[in-house]
């Protein structure tokens, strides 16, 4: 998943129980990543437009983050991977592609066309997935219940940034989560959390910057082909499931904040901090209780 994955476990055998977390965590791994041929997406990518049958996990990976893409108006885009790729951020070959470039991949970016059939899935010729977006929150998913099956009560996945506390610290206190300043290296505050996970997404964790000092983010808008530039610096979004958390900070990012409120209030089921690009904090009135800081914070 190109990231570091922390596993923290309290409990009988946990060490143990933390091996077999990291076998799993490397078998999705193997199952979705986007460059190793033999995995179910790389498959489904070069399949030629023929049906690929793959695994239940892949067919409800893919499923879910269909349903999102079309929650969030196209916002979120699993099949966002050609212009990714256009822009160097498969490689980390940076390139800053010309407007025709960009609208001749703008086509090539439908995930409406993606079929499922029972396990097959049937992908156009052109049509390439990607689920950077949503893997690491499903994995989490999957991780939390794999140790809750084994008998876990405490303890902390952190997969690349995206958090989810299972239970609450050993002493029956809320696990605390620092989330980083995205104007700075420092911390913005802490979030107590139990049974929950918290997901940061923003174009200050994976950029490049061209001879010009302009920036470009890994968070593409699916709409123009362009990364995001709008007044949102980070998006958390707090939930029970990961990979909704995982979905929506991405896709809301994308969004900008006047849409992302706009979904909150639409929609709700979970809590977000927001940080705009002029420095405030804005934040949804269920986090009030769990976030403590020294920045002023706008509740909505
Ligand atoms: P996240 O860190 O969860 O916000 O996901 C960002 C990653 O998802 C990027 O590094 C890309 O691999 C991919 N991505 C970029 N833009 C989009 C988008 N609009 N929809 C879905 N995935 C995207
Ligand atoms: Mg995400």
Aim: aromatic residues 8%; glycine residues 10%.
């Amino acid at each position: 998943m190109d990231t570091y994955i922390t596993v923290t476990v309290y409990g009988e055998n946990a060490e143990q129980i933390v091996e077999g977390a990291q076998k799993s965590i490397e078998d999705y791994e193997r199952l979705w990543s986007v460059t190793s041929p033999g995995s179910e997406i790389y498959k489904i990518n070069n399949s030629g437009g023929k049906a690929v049958v793959v695994s239940d996990e892949t067919i409800e990976l893919i499923e879910f983050a269909l349903e999102m893409s079309l929650e969030t108006d196209g916002a979120l885009n699993p099949a966002i991977y050609p212009l990714l790729s256009l822009w160097g951020f498969t490689k980390e070959e940076n390139y800053v592609p010309s407007e025709s470039e960009i609208n001749s991949l703008l086509k090539n970016v439908d995930c409406s066309t993606v079929k499922l059939d029972d396990n097959a899935v049937i992908v156009p010729d052109n049509i390439m997935l990607d689920f950077g977006s949503v893997g690491k929150g499903f994995v989490g998913d999957k991780i939390t219940e794999q140790l809750q099956h084994q008998g876990i009560k405490s303890a902390l996945l952190d997969i690349g940034g995206n958090v989810q506390a299972i239970g609450t610290k050993p002493d029956g206190e809320a696990w605390k989560i620092g989330l980083r300043n995205p104007m700075n290296e420092g911390i913005l505050g802490v979030l107590s959390v139990s049974d929950l996970s918290v997901v940061t997404s923003g174009n200050y964790e994976r950029y490049f910057v061209d001879d010009n000092g302009k920036r470009y983010g890994h968070i593409i808008d699916p709409a123009s082909g362009y990364p995001v530039e709008n007044d949102l610096l980070s998006v958390t979004i707090i939930g029970e499931k990961g990979r909704q958390c995982d979905a929506l900070s991405t896709a809301l990012f994308v969004m900008g904040f006047d849409k992302a409120i706009e979904f909150f209030k639409d929609n709700g089921g979970f809590e977000m901090i927001l940080v705009k690009n002029n420095g405030e904090i804005y934040a949804t009135s269920g986090v009030r209780a769990i976030f403590s800081t020294d920045n002023e914070v706008f509740f909505i």
